[in-house]
């Protein structure tokens, strides 16, 4: 069992989604030994995701990267890397800027947490499985099958091919977030869940977007997703932290699809108010990258030994909307 509470925990990407919320799970925890490194902008929405967060001290990812690559002894006392910092535009198109940014830096903190002996847990991503087709099993052996729809996508099944390459699967875990969303996601902008999106829309005037569907067996909202609230994404990859014998990848999931209708129904259940949604086009760029199913396989996780229950997409809405959304607060306010 790995001990967080011995040495200082790095958690790279610490102002975004997941990793503000892990530092807020961490800090639930009575620990303050982190190290917050990101880039932050002075007065930005991301900014605010630090407002109730405990850590020692914040870094940006280019000092970290550099005292990484000049092995400095100002790192001596980290003992664990949760790294989560990353691009995770899916419409990115900048390929030199994925390598470095998504591919580079993991495997340079990859090799300095082996190198010093420290637990490194990495994000990779559903996004890695393209559209489904060839199953979405986190199997290490099987990974070489999957075809991402994306530059995003392809920037995390590069590095996860390498770490199968070099045996490192054994040492260190890589978690396979699939739809993550809750507090802290304002900063995304046009990434942000459909939650925070349509609670915007209906806000405005009474009514939400979907896409519509170019599948024909798929209706107009009933295309599928794995929707995973933030807080039991937190609770998974804390627990994959600490259970240093659980390596290898690992799927992040609710375990069960769901349909935009029902997460659109979930929401105007949660304000109280009548359902009233527009199907509108699904834009060129997206139509031909666009994922219709998933669903995470999420045995693998539970044979390791994960025994909390997880929330409903019901529950977690109706959460994130009222004590999130509605009174514009952060985790941990």
């Not at 303050?32 to 990812?61: G, I, P």
Request: with cysteine; proline share 2%.
């Amino acid at each position: 069992m790995h001990n967080i509470q011995t040495g200082t925990t790095v958690v790279t990407g610490g102002a975004g989604l997941i990793g503000s919320a892990t530092i807020w799970g961490i800090n639930n925890q009575n620990l303050q030994n982190v190290w917050l490194v990101d880039w932050v902008e002075d007065n930005s929405l991301k900014q605010r995701n630090l407002e109730n967060l405990k850590y020692q001290r914040f870094l940006d990812a280019k000092l970290f990267r550099k005292l990484m690559r000049e092995k400095s002894p100002e790192l001596s006392e980290v003992k664990t890397v949760i790294h989560l910092g990353a691009c995770s535009s899916t419409t990115e198109t900048d390929e030199d800027y994925l390598d470095d940014n998504n591919f580079l830096y993991t495997k340079e903190a990859c090799e300095w947490a082996l190198e010093n002996n420290a637990r490194f847990v990495y994000a990779s991503s559903a996004a890695t499985y393209g559209d489904g087709t060839m199953g979405m099993d986190d199997k290490e052996e099987s990974i070489e099958k999957f075809h991402p729809l994306n530059l995003y996508g392809w920037s995390k099944q590069k590095f996860d091919l390498l770490a199968k390459k070099q045996g490192w699967f054994d040492k260190i875990t890589g978690l396979k977030y699939f739809n993550v969303y809750g507090p802290n996601e304002e900063h995304k902008e046009s990434m942000r869940s459909v939650v925070s999106k349509a609670y915007e829309q209906i806000a405005k005037n009474n009514t939400m977007s979907l896409f519509k569907s170019h599948r024909r067996e798929y209706r107009d909202g009933e295309q599928k997703r794995d929707f995973l609230y933030v807080k039991d994404a937190v609770q998974m990859t804390l627990w994959l932290v600490q259970n240093d014998q659980a390596n290898g990848l690992f799927n992040l999931g609710n375990g069960q699809a769901r349909t935009w209708l029902d997460l659109g129904k979930s929401i105007f259940s949660a304000l109280k108010l009548d359902e009233k949604i527009d199907f509108v086009e699904m834009p060129l760029i997206l139509r031909d990258k666009y994922q219709y199913f998933t669903e995470a396989k999420i045995e693998k996780l539970r044979e390791y030994g994960y025994k909390y229950n997880l929330f409903s997409l019901e529950d977690a809405v109706q959460d994130y909307v009222n004590n999130y959304l509605v009174p514009d607060l952060r985790l941990g306010a």
